[in-house]
Antibody, heavy 116, light 106 residues
């Protein structure tokens, strides 16, 4: 069964950091582009970042550029999203998804709350 | 960036109704358009990709059409499990933007 599972979310103070992980099962993560998408409470979906299968191509949304870093460890079948300099505007559920001109499948999401 | 605009933002309908949701791109995107369904507390689920291709396992009452800048998602006969929020998303160019969502309510 093709599945993605996120972890690493939690409560963090403004200015703090978190590292999110996305683990795959049922397929070889290293063969695929992976993306992060977030959803603020009661709001719509916002694409955040993606990374190519080799890690050589990376894109970020302007809203997170310079603060978030996407990376991958294909040996561990995992993709990561390092979140630095967090603000309350980053409070959201963060999803990872396989990207092949569409996002599918999605993980169940991990919640990030930025609050003092 | 390509802006995606959905209409309506919300829609009241009944079981058995035929429903159409529209998505407009701010520039031409060929058929690089996907549709997702999201239920409360759940991750989005891919319904339609490349504007009109039905994702495996998705009921045939869902269909998509369009190209260029104007796209539609049609549900031919609403079922109780279809009441959810629907998003369009362009995959023509990064950043991969979503529409603001259409909430389908009873």
């Amino acid at each position: 069964q093709v599945q993605l599972v996120e972890s690493g979310g939690g409560l963090v103070k403004p200015g703090g950091s978190l590292r999110l992980s996305c683990a795959a099962s049922g397929f070889t993560l290293s063969d695929h582009y992976i993306s992060w998408i977030r959803q603020a409470p009661g709001k719509g979906l916002e694409w955040v970042s993606y990374i190519s299968s080799s890690g050589s191509i990376i894109h970020y949304a302007d809203s997170v550029k310079g603060r978030f870093t996407i990376s991958r460890d294909n040996a561990k079948n995992s993709v990561y999203l390092q979140l630095d300099s967090l603000t309350t505007e980053d409070t959201a559920v963060y999803y990872c998804a396989k990207l092949l001109n569409r996002f599918d499948p999605w993980g169940q999401g991990t919640q990030v709350i930025v609050s003092s | 960036d390509i802006q995606m605009t959905q209409s309506p933002s919300s829609l009241s309908a009944s079981v058995g109704d035929r429903v159409t949701i529209t998505c407009r791109a701010s520039q031409r995107i060929s058929t690089y358009l996907n549709w997702y369904q999201q239920k409360p507390g759940k991750a989005p689920k891919l319904l339609i990709y490349d504007a009109s291709s039905l994702q495996s396992g998705v009921p045939s009452r869902f269909s998509g059409s369009g190209s260029g800048t104007d796209f539609t998602l049609t549900i031919s006969s609403l079922q109780p499990e279809d009441f959810a929020t629907y998003y369009c998303q362009q995959s023509y160019s990064s950043p991969y933007t979503f529409g603001q969502g259409t909430t389908l309510e009873i």
